[in-house]
């Protein structure tokens, strides 16, 4: 007989590709980032990107968060204490 497949490992392989993917959206980021602080009279930082790569870093993160099944592991985890951890 066969074992009932869990939805979360059938498709671990594609939750693996994706952790990767916003893994290195979010080093891309912080790369971008870095280059103002490191070398602040280089270029003009505008309000307006600043927000727009907050945002993107936000929905990563949710993103990521959402992926994993987080929320729902039983554990009190949520998106504010994620967040926390990330940026710890």
């Known amino acids: 007989m066969e074992a009932a497949v869990n939805a979360a490992e059938a498709y671990s392989h594609i939750r ?3 952790g990767m993917v916003v893994g ?7 790369t971008g ?3 103002f602080v490191q070398h602040p009279k280089k270029e003009r930082i ?3 990107h ?3 790569v907050a945002f993107l870093f936000l929905m990563l993160v949710h993103f990521w ?3 994993h099944r987080l929320s729902a592991t ?4 949520g998106f ?4 926390f951890l990330i940026l710890f």
């Open 24 to 30: 290195l959206s979010l080093a891309r980021l912080l």
């Open 80 to 83: 504010g204490a994620f967040l």
């Open 65 to 67: 968060w959402w992926e």
């Open 16 to 18: 693996a590709v994706m």
């Open 50 to 52: 600043i927000g727009w």
């Open 74 to 77: 039983g554990h009190v985890l």
């Open 33 to 35: 980032l870095a280059g």
């Open 46 to 48: 505008y309000p307006l």
